[in-house]
């Protein structure tokens, strides 16, 4: 049977029904072809729209490059020995010259170890030092090469390299990434001392950190109520007994904070002693650090002090060259070493002979030649006359001895890099064998610091200043100088001169844009009578008000300017009868040369105002160029409160104040004691509303192993877990949470039996990537502290995973301590009443107030300031504290932003009436505005143009899809007719050949 839509194609009829069809079709089209034909009209449309847009808006941003006074700060700065300095300029220069002297480049520290025989071979030494206060852990298996790639990963703004001498001689040198006298802190926690083993200390320490004041204090911390170990991330924390001025005090760095520190050495009671907790904030960070006035000494145990920061290395010195013989003497046993006070006679087997001599000859620490002969006069005189003889030479420059195996030793006295030399040649002339062998270096001499972290010393126009770097960018503003040698005896001249040609080029650039978009148009409005073919957008009437919006922004007078140049063809820019830009370059060179200022002015934007006490700050593309008239109705104020109790005497009792932040909800509250006076009152809440506090969670249970608070060293597998199954070997701790700027938080830990609480400390920091602090408290409790100030979303929380069951051996993370910044609040002493101002004009500025007694005289409740209110052109504006805005439904004034700087009793004894400002729109401001709401995405014309052609398109994609469908159906249709039809046919041809042959039959049946 045949099924539906299978062609026959004339199979039968003889008719090509597919050319039928597809010519019945074609007349079908028609409407989609003529559909087609009008979208591909309106693509053309749209994609010459589209390149409207790409102009106008490579002439908008030429134009927003001259709207700005700095946008013309282009200059040529030039340095007359650039051997010695070169300087460029920013726009904030100034045409100017200077005279530069350097008297000494700034220099990156650098430190050397000792020298040791291999670089590859493990040292035997372990234990922590601190560069930068990054902890670099050092294992026994280290070799020198391994110390140095330790230390360079711990990325502390160092860089550690080691220096090969010869084969058998290698230094460790740590340098400084960025020069400067502050150069960098290298600081040792270990207990076996291991700086002084690898050669950065000799033992001898000095103050790191000298108050002015007398005394010293530790290194800045994170926080003053963490740990330091934990503060630290040490492994090993150093305890011991230090001393200040003679008296000792114990100290743990496994669980003393900045705090408790502060504490011991109070009740230590040290005569003439005074400690204080202060602070300071980095890269907006909250620093504090311990300060021990009046401290004259002090002595160090297990690097206490060291870990602290309160001491630290002697770098000044180093090690002294020593030269060794090779070969060992003995008495006359054969066995016993000789030593100084052994006679020549008493030398085994050397036989010495009176009249022996010994040739020496060497060089000095300097490298001088020294030389000499030694005679043997008397074989009953000792070694040591020889020994002296040797110190002579050198100038008393080396002490000569014997070692405890009877060897020629020979040490310079003077420490750091060493020439010293010595051949000791043994004459033996009376046929005997004395020897005392090659000397050779067993010992480097070398300066620990090789390179003093030093300041630029250098002097601008007489006047002698330092910096940590040879790139100066704060001495002069706008230039910035690089010093590239040092050479007091020459003075630069240094010259500042505009870069004309910089900024005809930026106006240039402007002109080509417009010139490329007056083109463009041009093009689209063109029509050829001989083709009869026209642009694209020919006739367009929104492409003409475009054309004529931008005309008008260049050629016209810009409002505000004074007639002798206040518009382009004053300057020599004019346009042809195309609408191009000209440029006169003669008449441009001779404006800019002539009134720079002028020429500014008549391209960019700004605001002035005829008072003092107003102030224009912004204003946007729908502000209209204009002078307006200020009329203040109500000057702005601040929040504030003033006491009726004048405290000059004193406050009677304890009282604590507390002071809420209208705007942030941030809190102080400030304990006062019974007799406080005003100003003490003042500078206690000054100084707490001016403390940055670090958002601090603390655990709910207090962790203990064997009925005692946990510690650093503490194993987790001992720690007393109650109901809960112990912790094991193979447990995971989930650490999950938020972290300061609420970004998750998401790590594991597993469980080792060597894993200490400490470990799991550690991997809490690293999990929020190092900008928390954890640490203990006294009872077992985990904190957590943010490193950062001001508000935080920082969450914790610990889960383990034990037998597929889930535990928090630690219970929940509550917030103990709200991070917060400063608030902007200040407390002022007025003639003995206390008053609180709000540091912030408005009514969305304020504080609330309360206070457990009653001491102050301030009433509890909540104080506002009030907004500027007034007009501008007489229309009502927005207050906002002190700035007074034009609402966005006015026509000339939208969004004009105006600062009032009158207090209330200036504007009551003034008046409202506060004189004009005028806003001065230049051509390239003019342009820019008129682009901005040309171009805007949403609501410009040409947005809306591009809009409203897509929509058209995609209506008529939407028709060609429905003739799309119906002509498939009418398709269909047609060949199913077709198909019937010959199927007919072909029924007609069985019927009409069997009637044939029944015909053929029937005759020959008659015949």
Sequence with gaps: MLTQGISFGGLISGLDTQQIIDQLMAIERRPVDLLTRRQNQYEDLLSA??????????????????????????????????????????????????????????????????????????????????????????????????????????DAGVTASVVKLNDNAYRLVISADEPGKTGFSLLDSSDSDLLQLLGFSTGAEQVKNELDTGGAATDYFTSRTAAIQSLLGLTYAPRGTITINGVGVEIDLATDTLE??????????????????????????????????????????????????????????????????????????????????????????????????????????????????????????????????????????????????????????????????????????????????????????????????????????????????????????????????????????????????????????????????????????????????????????????????????????????????????????????NGLIQIDEGKLTKALEENFEGVVRLFTGRGVASDSDIQVLSFNKYTKAGTYNVVVTQAATQASATGSTNLAGGIASDTALTITDYSTGWSATVQLHAGDTIDTIVSRINEELAREYNQQLTSSIAATAGGSPVTGSTFLTTIDTGAMPAISSGDVITISGRDHDNGSVFATYTVSDSSTVQDLLRAVQNAFGGRVVASLDDEGHILIEDTLAGRSYTTLTLTRSHDGEEYQDFGDFGVSIPGRYSLGITASNEGGYLKLTHNSYGSSNGFTVSETGNELGIAAGTYLGQDVAGTINGEQATGRGRVLTGNSDQTNIAGLAILVKLTPEQLAAQGGDQGTVTIIKGVAQQMKDLLDVITDSYTGYVAKRQQVLQDTIDDIQEQIDLWEERLTLRRRQLESRFTQLERMLATLNRLGSYLGSQLSSFTQLRG
């Design 49 to 154: 729209w589209r390149e409207v847009n790409s102009k106008l808006l490579s002439l908008r941003s030429a134009a927003e490059s001259l709207v700005k006074a700095a946008d013309f700060g282009l200059f040529n700065a030039s340095s007359e020995d650039e051997d010695i300095v070169t300087v460029s300029a920013s726009s904030r220069a100034r045409p100017e010259s200077h005279t530069l002297r350097v008297f000494s480049l700034a220099q990156a520290q650098k430190l050397s170890s000792r020298v040791f025989e291999a670089a590859n071979e493990a040292l035997g030494y372990s234990g922590e030092i601190l560069v930068n206060d990054q902890v670099v852990n050092i294992a026994s298996s280290y070799s020198l090469l391994d110390i140095r790639d330790a230390i360079n990963a711990a």
């Design 260 to 577: 408790t520190l502060k504490s011991k050495i109070d009740l230590a009671g040290i005569e003439g002693i005074t400690t204080a907790i202060t602070s300071t904030v980095v890269n907006g960070v909250v620093k504090y650090r311990l300060e021990i006035q009046g401290a004259t000494s002090f002595g160090d145990t297990n690097n206490v002090l060291e870990t602290l920061g309160v001491l630290q290395a002697d770098f000044s010195r180093g090690g002294s060259q020593v030269l060794k013989g090779t070969v060992a003497n003995y008495g006359p046993d054969g066995s016993t070493p000789i030593t100084s006070g052994s006679t020549w006679a008493q030398i085994y087997g050397a036989n010495v002979m009176a009249g022996d001599t010994i040739t020496v000859t060497g060089t000095d620490h300097a490298g001088n030649s020294i030389s000499g002969t030694y005679t043997i006069t008397d074989t009953n005189g000792t070694v040591q006359d020889f020994l002296t003889f040797l110190e002579s030479l050198f100038g008393g420059g080396v002490t000569a001895t014997l070692d405890a195996e009877g060897r020629l030793d020979v040490r310079d006295k003077q420490e750091g890099e060493s020439r010293l030399t010595l051949t000791v040649r043994t004459n033996n002339e009376g046929g005997g064998r004395l020897n005392f062998g090659t000397l050779r270096i067993s010992s480097y001499g070398y300066s620990i610091r090789l390179a003093e972290g030093r300041d630029a010393e250098f002097e601008i126009d007489g006047i002698r200043l330092s910096r940590s770097s040879n790139a100066i960018s704060d001495a002069v503003d706008g230039l910035t100088f690089t010093l590239h040698k040092a050479d007091p005896d020459s003075l630069v001249n240094i010259s500042v001169t505009r870069d004309l040609e910089g900024v005809k080029q930026k106006i240039r650039q402007f002109t080509n844009r417009y010139n490329e978009i007056v083109s463009y148009i041009n093009e689209q409005f063109t029509y050829n009578t001989e083709t009869k073919e026209a642009g694209t957008l020919f006739g367009d009437a929104t492409l003409r008000t475009i054309q004529g919006s931008i005309r008008t922004a260049l050629v016209s007078s810009v409002m505000g300017l004074p007639s002798s140049l206040n518009a382009l063809a004053q300057i020599g820019i004019s346009t042809d009868r």
